[in-house]
C-alpha cells in the first residue's frame, strides 16, 4: 500500500493558513522539508540506525535518506489539490557496492504518494521556479536553526530570499505547529498502523511472560551449556534485565518491525521505581535486598541453588511499524513461583483500578486535566485502605487526614509522579506543542494540586482520532519520598513494608471514538492472567 502523503499535506495545509496572520492566508503557500541524513558514530565511517525525520515521512511517505519535499499550495488555482515534489538522491556505483541504494526517479514516482520525483541537484531550479510563478509567495521550513531537525543548506533558500524575488520571504512560525496540529488526530491509515505495531508488541510483552514461566515450570534449561554449545533461543532463560530486553526485541524483530519506538525501560526490583531507566544492565535480585540495592551486580551464579528473590519486573517497550509507535506497560512477577508478593499484589491491583477508571471516564470532550485528577484521587483512596496514608480515624490524626486534605497537599505526587498518558503517533511523545500548547485556553482552573499537571504531556480534552496512552503508576523511589517520609499524612511503618515493591506501571494505548475507546493493546493485565502466565500454569 502506497503511504497516503498527499491527505497528510492537506491536513497540514488546512492547520498552516489558520494559524497564519489574515494577510497571508491568501497568499500562496511553499513547504520545503528536508529528510534525515545517515548519521555516522563519532569520527568513523559506521553508519549509524537510519530513522526517517517524522514531519518529513509524514507529507512525503519516504525513507530514503538526504532527500527534499517540495509542497506548492494556492487557494482558487489548481494548485488547491497542491503539488508534491519529492527529491532523492541519485544512486552512485559507491551507494551500490557498500549499501542497498536509492529508488531512481521512475521506480520511486510507482511507491510514493506524490506528483513527481526528482533528484536534488534539480532542487534549485525547482524553487527558483516557484519563486517566478508565485510572486508574494511565502516559503515555510521547520525551524532552521534547531538541531532537532535536519538542516536545509542555504542554497536551496537563496533563490527565494535574493533582492530579485522581491517580495520573496522564508518563515519557520508555522509550519511546525501545522504538522503537529495535523498530526494529533489520525486518519485510518496511521491507525491501522499504529494498531500493527502495538500487536507485535503486546505479543512481544506476552513472550517474555511466557518464557519466565516456562522456567518456572522447569521447562527450559541450560543443556547446550553443559555441553559448551552456544543456547538455542528456546533455551534462553531470563535471569538479568538484559535477556529480557534481548527477548522482547527479538520478538518484535520477527514480526517484521525495524525500530523501537524509544529505548526499552526492563527494570527489576527497586529499580522499577526509576520511570526511564533504560540502562536494563543489572541480574535480578537474590536474597535479601534494600530500597535501590544494587550490590549483586553480576554475581548471579547461573546453575546453583541460589532462588531469585520475590520482585516485580517492569518492561516498558514498543516497536515501531512503517514509522508509527507503539507504547506498552506490563509489570510482571519474577521468583515466588512466578506469583506477586501481598504488597506487590495490593500496589499492582491499586495501579489496575486507576487505570479502569481513568477508561471508564474517557469519551471525546473530556478534558484530559480529569482523568489525571482521578488517578491522584483514586491513588489517595487506595493508600488510605492499605495504610500508607492516614485516614481521620487513624490514631492521633484528624480531619487533616480527609482524602481532601491529603489531595490538596500534593503528597500523592511523590507516589505518581508522571502523566497519566501522552499523544501516540509517529513519535511515542508525539507532537508536543500542539498536545499540550503553550497558550492553552481549554484550562480555566486547576484541578487539586499543581504538581499533578508539571510533567503532563497532554493537557487538551479529547477529541475522536486522537492516539493516547493511559498509564498510571505507583512508585516508592527513595529520591522522591525522601521530602515528604515524614509527612503528617504518612504512616512510615507501613510504608516500609511497599518500599521493597520498587515500581508498578501498566499502559495501553487507545484510539478515541465516538463512542469512548479502542484499545489498540492486546496483551492482557488482569492480575491473575499475568499470575498465571508467568507461573507457567496458563
Known amino acids: 500500500m502506497v503511504y497516503p502523503a498527499r491527505k497528510h499535506v492537506l491536513k497540514t495545509i488546512h492547520q498552516l493558513i489558520q494559524l497564519l496572520p489574515k494577510a497571508e492566508q491568501t497568499k500562496p503557500q511553499v513547504l520545503l522539508l528536508a529528510g534525515e541524513v545517515t548519521g555516522f558514530r563519532n569520527d568513523t565511517d559506521r553508519e549509524l540506525v537510519f530513522r526517517q525525520e517524522s514531519n518529513f515521512y509524514y507529507v512525503s511517505g519516504c525513507r530514503v535518506p538526504s532527500s527534499y519535499v517540495l509542497i506548492i499550495y494556492q487557494s482558487g488555482t489548481s494548485l488547491s489539490q497542491p503539488s508534491v515534489d519529492l527529491f532523492i538522491p541519485k544512486a552512485e556505483l559507491a551507494d551500490m557496492m557498500w549499501s542497498v541504494p536509492p529508488p531512481n526517479p521512475e521506480a520511486a514516482s510507482k511507491t510514493h504518494d506524490v506528483t513527481r520525483v526528482a533528484h536534488p541537484d534539480t532542487l534549485v531550479a525547482a524553487i527558483e521556479q516557484a519563486a517566478k510563478a508565485l510572486p508574494g509567495a511565502l516559503f515555510h521550513t521547520l525551524p532552521r536553526n534547531s538541531p532537532l531537525f535536519p538542516i536545509i543548506p542555504e542554497e536551496y ?3 527565494v530570499l535574493s533582492p530579485a524575488n522581491e517580495g520573496g520571504a522564508v518563515t519557520d512560525l508555522y509550519l511546525l505547529p501545522a504538522l503537529h496540529r495535523a498530526r494529533l488526530t489520525k486518519t485510518e491509515d496511521e491507525i491501522v498502523a499504529i494498531r500493527h505495531a502495538n500487536g507485535i508488541s503486546s505479543r512481544a510483552h506476552e513472550v517474555v511472560m511466557r518464557v519466565l514461566g516456562a522456567a518456572v515450570k522447569g521447562k527450559l534449561g541450560r543443556e547446550s551449556a553443559i555441553t559448551g554449545k552456544p543456547l538455542l533461543p528456546g533455551e534462553w532463560l531470563i535471569e538479568k534485565e538484559a535477556e529480557a530486553e534481548a527477548i522482547f526485541v527479538a520478538s518484535c524483530r520477527r514480526e517484521g518491525s525495524v525500530h523501537q519506538a524509544y529505548l526499552p525501560i526492563v527494570a527489576a526490583s527497586n529499580r522499577a521505581s526509576t520511570l526511564h531507566y ?12 534494600n530500597p535501590h540495592d544494587h550490590q549483586n551486580r553480576d554475581e548471579f551464579a547461573r546453575g546453583d541453588s541460589r532462588i531469585i528473590s520475590p520482585q516485580v519486573l517492569l518492561i516498558d517497550a514498543g516497536c515501531e511499524w512503517d514509522c508509527y509507535a507503539s507504547d506498552i506497560t506490563r509489570t510482571m512477577p519474577v521468583g515466588n513461583g512466578g506469583k506477586f508478593t501481598p504488597e506487590a499484589r495490593a500496589i499492582y491491583e491499586l495501579v489496575l483500578e486507576m487505570q479502569r477508571l481513568s477508561f471508564e471516564l474517557i469519551k471525546p470532550g473530556i478534558h484530559w486535566d480529569a482523568i489525571q485528577l482521578l488517578c491522584h ?8 485502605r492499605l495504610g500508607i496514608f492516614k485516614t481521620p480515624d487513624s490514631p492521633g490524626s484528624g480531619s487533616w ?3 481532601e486534605a491529603i489531595l490538596a497537599s500534593g503528597v500523592s505526587s511523590a507516589f505518581f509522579p508522571h502523566g497519566v498518558g501522552h499523544s501516540l503517533g509517529m513519535d511515542v511523545h508525539d507532537v508536543p506543542s500542539a498536545s499540550k500548547p503553550a497558550v492553552n485556553n481549554s484550562i480555566t482552573t486547576t484541578l487539586g494540586h499543581a504538581s499533578f499537571y508539571e510533567y503532563l504531556r497532554l493537557r487538551l480534552p479529547l477529541a475522536i482520532g486522537m492516539v493516547v496512552t493511559v498509564e498510571p503508576g505507583i512508585y516508592f523511589s527513595p529520591h522522591l519520598i525522601a521530602p515528604v517520609r515524614e509527612s503528617k499524612h504518612i504512616d512510615l511503618a507501613v510504608l516500609k513494608r511497599y ?12 484510539l478515541i471514538t465516538l463512542d469512548g475507546y479502542e484499545n489498540l493493546t492486546t496483551v492482557r493485565s488482569d492480575t491473575a492472567w499475568v499470575e498465571g502466565v508467568c507461573s507457567g500454569e496458563l
Open 157 to 159: 533558500l537563496q533563490p
Open 278 to 289: 533504560c540502562c536494563n544492565d543489572r541480574e535480578f535480585a537474590w536474597g535479601p535486598t
Open 377 to 384: 484521587q483514586t491513588l489517595v483512596k487506595g493508600f488510605q
Open 401 to 403: 487526614n480527609a482524602e
Open 499 to 510: 518500599e521493597s515493591v520498587g515500581g508498578v506501571r501498566i499502559e495501553d494505548v487507545i
